[in-house]
């Protein structure tokens, strides 16, 4: 089904929407509103020359005689570039307010709470895909010193966009609507009983979507799973619960340890008592940290102590509360929403809460920890950024719906009202824009639980997106997110491959801007983020499980199932395979070592999420090669079935991994050589598009036949020298001599500086049957799956492939094998390989033995016979298997004679200097009449 609607995610060209309602501003009868130009420097003119380029190129924009005009505003980032916006504000307060009402999110959770299977689907620059209406087109006007121009799609920024974008898209899910399908703004959701009824259903909402020229973010879809994270709830097989995100704020926050930590947390929970049955009762052995009291006055000096088991346990209950049902519940439209916010020197925190007769219950809680940098910051800038994460994370709620902004910070009640000097509060107001929200003014007295959780941070800091040094190509900001590179043909991102057809071209990724991990981190379980989240893993999939055998033994806990094994330790069905260690279960089995047992629940879907589609850790191979690598590190009983259903649902696998067919061959097996780095296979790998950043332009690559150990490296050319370079610098220096090494009859390995190289190391040269890559099979089956990796890892202009290439080799050299049955990396190195992420975690890491250099070395001589044996004969075992499933297949002809056969004529003096893919050079080669055979 995704590949019959494949439309639905080409993102190399804009869409709009075909459908006859379009966006509408009302402003009544006021005159038109002129702001004129503002005054601007020769490189500000030239940035917004270059947007108006790109937003002309797209048929976002048109040229204008309207006399109504917004401003353009130029923010300056971190990094000294800038970003575009028009500010819209004053149009915005003409704007009549549409009333199209949002469907209630209670309701939504009532249709879904029945259903097994979901999909959820994210739009695509959703504003730029709704067109706007042409007699309002005048009044989005912005001017620059050279034109005038107007928008022709919804521009950001503009008031009623969020009702605008819910009808359009309740009118075209029609009668679907309510009975597999559901819209809240821009997050669909299609929910079916069984799998069967599943695929009708996205059968039935692509074509939708199709027929009306959506375009969709394929990276933030989910497709067909059992359980979703969706308007901040957590829905999986009729429970649903608030996502574990939504209280960790205040769930996870330490216990306190000085008398103003514990008064602070005791205030902010008052802020709910009227909820609270006996609030006074449970809270009692916590009144007397109160700074009133002479022994905990405000004025004495914080001292650390141990709360009692009494206090403990009273601390402990008041958060219980505070994160259940009697106090959280769902999110109610017809009741307004409110956010409180507050900022410290060491983290920000906020409450989202709805406003009840009674009194205000919340919803959610965030507490996040400030990097150093931004510990730094000015307070307004603190305090700022508080109310923009807040707001952003809690879109389902505010985004389309008026609510109220609660701070304690007197100068930000004017943020949305006036410019600001700041420029990063600035560009935080021009974010906010799109948001229709009231900011107020309350003491710090009412502000107790954003203090407390802003002074207690629990989530990990993360820098400002526009505080880290970016590309200067992605240095300007609308709604679009495409540049210049995206003209490009996808038919050659990475090359073709000669040994098997691939029926389809590679794809485009939506990862656009990509940002370098976080390397300011305020404590140690900070510093494995950079490795576990990548430019694969999207914003709102963020992994919350961070290798801590704490977080481990906690989730351990609290599955019935582990608990139940855990007491039955002794009996004959767990005595053999379960142990108690450190409080750890863990599962062994007979020559392994033992692995953590993993529990129920998101823990799951984070390891495979982490062996799967991180750089460092998976880089998106196969389910063979995810199921190995895992079951080294952890265990539980469905891991086979949820690894290859996880694998099988990963939507940039699928749209990158090629279709092979075999062609009508006969298979020749080769004998596998006597040991490792005795036989090499080399190649160049072209064409690729497009040239990287740095100017790389091919991957010269090498593996050894035996191990299957992969060298390769980003070069700008495929000449000889770049070629004997490359042998002689990353293979041979680093390696050693191999003897012998297998190309094919390019120019660049039959070469005079190539032929004396290899004579004088004494190594021999063999070349593949001309035309004929089969001989050299090995190197070009690993050229495919490196074209499908580096793509599902790279941005969307692909301009950073050779960023990503060391990642891909890295995560080939140590995956388990299928056909040595083994890891290459092992077999180069003589030892276990540990993961970045096995770092975060000695009871996963693969330790190695603590024994003397002389019984390592005994050890490897004695073994390294007995591993190349095995591996010899693990070859030719599948060898035959090969070329009986081509014989079952009936594409293994054996031509009798008499039979008559086509054939073609290549010209060996010019095929190898064509930089044509194969495909089209092979299609224009000249055919010869029918021969007898």
Known sequence: ILWKYGKLFDLRQPSKIDIALHHVIDAGQHRPIYTPPYRRSPHNHQTITEEIDNLLKQDSIESSTS????????????????????????????????????????????????????????????????????????????????????????????????????????????????????AYLDDVVIFSRTFDDHVSHLDEIFNLLHTHNFRLSF??????????????????????????????????????????EIFRFLKGAEYYRKFIPNFSRIASPLYKYNPSNSIHSSNAKPTLFILSADEQAAFKQIKHILTTDLVLRLPNNALPFKIQTDASQLGIGAVLLQAYPEGDRPICYMSKKLTPAQQRCSPI?????????AVELWRPY?????????????????????SQINDKCERWRLQLQSY???????????????DYLSRSPVD???????????????????????????????SSIVGMVTTRSRSRQLPQSDDHITTPPNTNRSDVKDSQSALLTSKTTTYNS?????????????????????????????????????????????????????????????????????????????????????????????????????????????????????????????????????????LLSMDFHRPITPTSRRGNKYIISITDILSKFVIAKAVRDCTADTAARFLQEEVICKYGTPKCVLTDNGTHFTSTMMKL??????????????????????????????????????????????????????????SYHSTTKTIPFELMYGRSLVLPFDLQNPNVSLQQSAVTIGIVIIILLAIVFFIYRRLRRSIRHRQPLALQALEASGLNQLHPMGNILMSTLRRLDTLEQSTQPPAIRYASSPALPPLKF
């Not at 900011?439 to 954003?450: E, F, L, V």
């Not at 050229?783 to 492939?801: E, F, G, Y």
Request: net charge positive; charged share 25%; with cysteine.
């Open 67 to 182: 006399p109504w005009c917004s401003p353009v505003v130029l923010v300056r980032k971190k990094d000294g570039t800038t970003r575009f916006y028009v500010d819209y504000r004053k149009l915005n307060d003409l704007t009549v307010k549409d009333s199209f009402p949002l469907p209630r999110i209670d309701d939504i959770f009532d249709q879904l709470s029945q259903s097994t299977y979901f999909t959820t689907l994210d739009f695509k620059n959703s504003y730029f895909q709704i067109p706007l209406a042409i007699h309002d087109r005048p009044k989005t006007v912005f001017s620059t010193r050279d034109n005038h121009y107007q928008f022709k799609v919804l521009p950001q920024g503009v008031k009623n966009g969020p009702p605008t974008f819910q009808h359009i898209v309740n009118q075209i899910l029609g009668p679907a609507r309510w009975k597999h399908c559901l």
């Open 219 to 260: 990276e933030k879809c989910t497709i067909a799973t059992d359980r979703i994270n969706y308007l901040g709830h957590h829905i999986c097989r009729g429970e649903i619960r608030p996502n574990n995100d939504n209280i960790r704020g205040l769930l996870e926050t330490p216990t306190s340890t000085t008398s103003k």
């Open 381 to 389: 800038e603190q305090e700022c950024y508080a109310i923009v994460k």
């Open 398 to 418: 505010s985004y389309g719906n008026h609510f109220i902004l609660e701070s304690d910070h007197k100068p930000l009640e004017a943020l949305m009202r006036k």
């Open 436 to 450: 229709n929200f009231t900011i107020k003014h309350i003491k710090s007295k009412s502000n107790t639980m954003p």
């Open 460 to 490: 990990h800091a993360e820098d400002d997106l526009d505080d880290k040094v970016m590309p200067t190509f992605v240095s300007i900001r609308t709604q679009t997110d495409t540049s210049d590179h995206d003209t490009f043909s996808t």
């Open 542 to 678: 963020r992994i919350g499980y961070t290798g801590d055998i704490d977080q481990l033994k906690q989730a351990q806990q609290k599955d019935p199932d582990l608990q139940y094994i855990t007491h039955h330790l002794n009996d004959n069905k767990y005595i053999n395979s379960y142990l108690l260690q450190d409080g750890l279960l863990v599962h062994y089995e007979q020559h392994s070592k033992p692995v953590p047992c993993v529990p129920k629940g998101e823990i799951r879907n984070d390891i495979m999420k982490i062996y799967h589609d991180t750089q460092a850790n998976g880089a998106h191979f196969g389910r063979d090669k995810n199921i190995k690598k895992i079951k080294a590190r952890y265990y539980w009983n469905t891991m086979n079935s949820d690894i290859t259903n996880y694998v099988k649902s990963c939507i940039r696998c699928n749209q990158n991994n090629p279709i092979r067919y075999k062609p009508p061959s006969h298979l020749k097996p080769i004998e596998p050589p006597e040991g490792v780095w005795h």
């Open 757 to 814: 190289l290899l004579k004088r190391l004494g190594i021999t040269h063999l070349y593949a049957t001309p035309c004929h890559p089969q001989t050299n099979g090995q190197i070009e089956r690993f050229n495919s799956t490196m074209d499908a990796k580096i793509a599902a890892l790279s941005n969307q202009n692909r301009s950073d492939w050779d960023d990503n290439l060391p990642f891909v080799i890295f995560n080939y050299n140590t």
